[in-house]
């Protein structure tokens, strides 16, 4: 049986935890704000099994949202994701047109044949760029490891102006939609 004393510092425990976490989340937060992204996709795989049913220029787009995938991620359980990113953009596209959308795979060595079979079958309509070479993460190496950073919107300077996914929080998704519409 626990003491008093030990029971009052599993909340005190937690709480530290807790901020600290959330100091280094609002610190990354703060160093990606802005910062412009090197989006560079011409060495990379395009992937794109059915024919993009979003055609457009990409230069008359506002901005680009960039979801990033990278080895350290369940190569699967993203690629099952984009059904959902599906039904995200079809809602995007609606709602306004001048978003351009950069979906990344970046597996490792061993997984590139898998990611470029499950991309193929998936039928997703947006173009899906595989970097094999990994060039996303060179171009941009102040980038955080952890995935939580990995999904933002770029205004057309490139810059960043909302970090989040806004499929797993509803306020990144309000805060997506409120941007795109003004």
């Given at each position: 049986m626990m003491s008093s004393n030990k029971l009052f510092l599993i909340?005190?425990?937690c709480t530290l935890v807790f901020t600290a976490c959330h100091g280094k989340l609002t610190k990354n937060v703060n160093m990606m704000m802005h910062k412009t992204v090197q989006l560079d996709t011409i060495d990379m795989e395009v992937i794109?099994?059915?024919r993009n049913i979003y055609l457009s220029n990409d230069s008359d787009k506002a901005f680009t949202l960039i979801i990033y995938n990278d080895?350290?991620?369940?190569l699967s359980c993203n690629v099952k994701k984009?059904?959902?990113?599906?039904?995200?953009?079809?809602?995007?596209?609606?709602?306004y047109n001048g978003v351009r959308v950069c979906y990344i795979f970046s597996p490792d060595?061993?997984?590139?044949?898998?990611?470029?079979?499950?991309l193929q079958t998936q039928g997703f309509g947006h173009p899906?760029?595989?970097d094999s070479a990994h060039v996303f993460e060179k171009a941009n190496p102040w980038l955080p490891k952890e995935s939580i950073f990995h999904t933002f919107l770029l205004n057309n300077s490139n810059k960043?102006?909302?970090?989040?996914?806004?499929?797993?929080?509803q306020k990144i998704n309000q805060m997506f939609f409120d941007i795109i519409s003004k």
């Amino acid at each position: 049986m626990m003491s008093s004393n030990k029971l009052f510092l599993i909340p005190v425990l937690c709480t530290l935890v807790f901020t600290a976490c959330h100091g280094k989340l609002t610190k990354n937060v703060n160093m990606m704000m802005h910062k412009t992204v090197q989006l560079d996709t011409i060495d990379m795989e395009v992937i794109n099994p059915r024919r993009n049913i979003y055609l457009s220029n990409d230069s008359d787009k506002a901005f680009t949202l960039i979801i990033y995938n990278d080895e350290s991620e369940c190569l699967s359980c993203n690629v099952k994701k984009l059904n959902e990113w599906h039904r995200f953009l079809t809602q995007v596209y609606s709602t306004y047109n001048g978003v351009r959308v950069c979906y990344i795979f970046s597996p490792d060595d061993e997984d590139m044949d898998e990611t470029r079979v499950l991309l193929q079958t998936q039928g997703f309509g947006h173009p899906v760029f595989v970097d094999s070479a990994h060039v996303f993460e060179k171009a941009n190496p102040w980038l955080p490891k952890e995935s939580i950073f990995h999904t933002f919107l770029l205004n057309n300077s490139n810059k960043i102006i909302l970090i989040g996914n806004p499929l797993q929080n509803q306020k990144i998704n309000q805060m997506f939609f409120d941007i795109i519409s003004k």
